[in-house]
């Protein structure tokens, strides 16, 4: 098994790894809508939050060796269902020709409040 660590996503809140690679897929931790710079919510806007939690992905992807299109399957935890569309707005724009297996399921309540956390499983490709 090996960790994956970047930069260009936020830090772990807890006691995880951003990914952990094993057995030739990535296994990414929930992203949620933090700037790795600041570690603050970038908007409350669930669009936004959504862009958010993409870009770290895809950052984890990169630092990985990987990319949208290794990406086998999604989990999108949404605190209100009523952003489903917003958020699939979003969603679509990164995963536009390649679409993964995906599930969306509304939670009462994630880290820090925020809106959207999405984890995902990717094959790696070296």
């Known amino acids: 098994m ?7 996503a936020p830090a ?5 790894a951003q990914a952990v690679e094993a057995n030739d897929f990535l296994f990414i ?4 809508p933090l700037d790795p710079d600041t570690g603050e919510i970038v908007s409350e806007d669930a669009g936004i939050q959504t862009d958010r939690c993409l870009k770290s992905l895809q950052a984890i992807l ?3 060796g990987s ?21 699939n707005k979003v969603y679509g724009g990164f995963f536009s020709n ?4 995906r599930a969306c399921v509304e939670v009462a309540r994630l880290p ?3 809106k959207i956390e999405i984890d995902a499983i990717a094959v790696v490709n070296h």
């Open 67 to 87: 990319v949208l299109e290794d990406v086998v399957k999604c989990v999108i935890y949404i605190s209100d269902l009523n952003d489903f569309d917003a958020v």
């Open 98 to 101: 390649h679409k993964p297996a």
């Open 112 to 114: 820090k409040d925020v």
């Open 62 to 64: 990169s630092e990985a």
């Open 2 to 8: 090996k960790t994956i660590s970047t930069t260009q």
């Open 29 to 32: 931790s929930g992203q949620i």
């Open 12 to 16: 772990a809140l807890g006691p995880y």
